[in-house]
C-alpha cells in the first residue's frame, strides 16, 4: 500500500535550520506532493506544495525561508526550513494527492504519520 514516512523534526532555537524528509513507497513521487502543519487550535494549514512537474508553491508565512523539493530516485519529498521561529512551531505531515484524470485534487489525500517541529525563543 501507498506510505508517506516523516523524518527529520526536532527541537532547535529561533533563527535555527531543520530539513524534513519524507520517503514515500508504493507509488513515484512524480505526483503532486506537500507539506503541511498542525498546531494547537486551527486546523491544519498547507506549508508548501510542489506539482508534477516540480513547480512549487508556499504558504505565506514561510515563502523565503522554506524549500520545497521532491527526488525522484530516492523517493524521497523534503522540506529545507530556515530562520525558524516559534510560530513555526507544529507537527508537519507530508501528503500526497489523488490524481483524478489525470488532475492533482486535494480530496482523499494519503498523510504521513507527521514529525515534531519545536522552535524555542
Known amino acids: 500500500q501507498v506510505q508517506l514516512q516523516e523524518s527529520g523534526g526536532g527541537s532547535v532555537q529561533t533563527g535555527g535550520s531543520l530539513t524534513l524528509s519524507c520517503v514515500v513507497s508504493?507509488?513515484?513521487?512524480?505526483?503532486?506532493l506537500g507539506w503541511f502543519r498542525q498546531a494547537p487550535g486551527p486546523g491544519r494549514s498547507e506549508v508548501a506544495y510542489i506539482d508534477r512537474y516540480g513547480s512549487p508553491t508556499y504558504g505565506n508565512s514561510v515563502k523565503g525561508r522554506f524549500t520545497i523539493s521532491k527526488d525522484g530516485a530516492k523517493n524521497e519529498l523534503k522540506l529545507q526550513m530556515n530562520s525558524l521561529s516559534p510560530a513555526d512551531t507544529a507537527m508537519y505531515y507530508c501528503?500526497?494527492?489523488?490524481?483524478?484524470?489525470?488532475?492533482?485534487?486535494?480530496?482523499?489525500?494519503?498523510w504521513g504519520q507527521g514529525t515534531q517541529v519545536t522552535v524555542s525563543s
Open positions: 508504493g507509488l513515484s513521487v512524480d505526483k503532486c
Open positions: 501528503a500526497v494527492d489523488r490524481l483524478v484524470l489525470g488532475y492533482c485534487v486535494p480530496h482523499g489525500r494519503t
